[in-house]
């Protein structure tokens, strides 16, 4: 048996994709290199110039460190130097805490003189879709500089119905189709189905990956997904129309001879098409009624029929 399954989805930000930015540590903007949403950054890019009073006092540190071991490397004491070389060591690395990049403490290696502003960078390619501070603003740790978001993958979330949930599996193809590209299918897979149910609608939200190269896929954006269902492979499947449902209970009726015919318990699997999958109750090659629903009302009339001749003879 196969499937194919239906559903609405809704674009979003690949999270592994998603970055924000914030300080290592209080200070100013003193200029934004990029100061508009939506604007594409490229990585290593500066996005801004920032002051510290931290920053600087460490670089302060840093060259008072550089020199006092220029002074110190003639030394004929082993352990003069090696306090010198540990000394330079501690003041760069704690540059490299506060996110100083690399080609401006080798700057400031080089010329030994300390820069007011640090540049902070961008990480990754992207898109810059949100700036968090002005120029000329405080800002602390706590505040978010920017979020970039590459969006050449996205995640579409997909609201799955309980009964079609037999059905998908992580790693199924999907089909997509958006308004805003007619004619354009993008194919994709499911990558992820959430261990919770939606309160509201009581349906399980999936999660879709697709490649978006012309960034034609938006976030926020909806569109018609068709996830390709894995096929259940050697299902018994009959007809949904021989079932009988009753209260708690399934049945079909088998056929045994030629006008005989045995009522039997089934449990029921996945349906699609037109057909049911039967986990339990049936063997296969066994022929089942189709019409099963058919028999037992023409019995019910039959034995009405009779008991009202029967009425009607006394």
């Not at 100013?28 to 939506?38: D, K």
């Amino acid at each position: 048996m196969s499937h194919s399954v239906q559903a609405v989805g809704r674009v979003d930000y690949d999270e592994h994709r998603l970055v924000r930015l914030h300080p290592k540590t209080d200070g100013w903007v003193e200029q934004l290199y990029i100061g508009t949403t939506g604007a594409p950054v490229k990585q290593n890019a500066i996005l801004l110039s920032f002051y510290s009073p931290q920053i600087v006092s460490t670089q302060q540190e840093y060259v008072l460190a550089l020199r006092n071991l220029k002074t110190l490397q003639a030394s004929p004491f082993e352990d003069v130097r090696s306090g010198a070389e540990e000394l330079v060591s501690i003041t760069l690395e704690r540059l490299r805490f506060l996110d100083v990049p690399d080609h401006q403490i080798s700057d400031l290696t080089k010329t030994l003189k300390v820069k007011k502003a640090l540049h902070i960078h961008s990480p990754a390619n992207g898109i810059a879709i949100s700036i968090g501070a002005r120029e000329g603003q405080y800002v602390t740790p706590q505040t978010e500089l920017y979020a970039i978001a590459d969006l050449t993958k996205v995640w579409v979330l997909v609201n799955i119905y309980a009964d079609e949930l037999p059905w998908i599996r992580i790693g199924d193809q999907a089909r997509m189709n958006i308004s805003a590209a007619p004619g354009h299918t993008f194919m994709g897979k499911l990558a992820y189905i959430y261990p919770y149910a939606e309160s509201q609608t009581r349906t399980v939200k999936v999660r879709m990956e697709f490649d978006n190269p012309n960034l034609l896929l938006k976030p926020d954006m909806f569109a018609d997904i068709t996830i390709e269902a894995g096929a259940i492979e050697d299902a018994i499947a009959v007809p949904s129309e021989a079932i009988i449902r009753s209260g708690l209970r399934q049945q079909v009726f088998i056929l045994r001879a030629p006008g005989k015919f045995e009522p039997r318990e089934v449990s029921l699997g996945v349906s699609s098409d037109g057909w049911t999958q039967i986990r339990d109750g049936i063997a296969a090659g066994e022929e089942v009624v189709v019409s099963a629903q058919f028999l037992i009302d023409s019995e019910s009339k039959l034995r009405e029929a009779a008991a009202k001749m029967q009425e009607a003879g006394q």
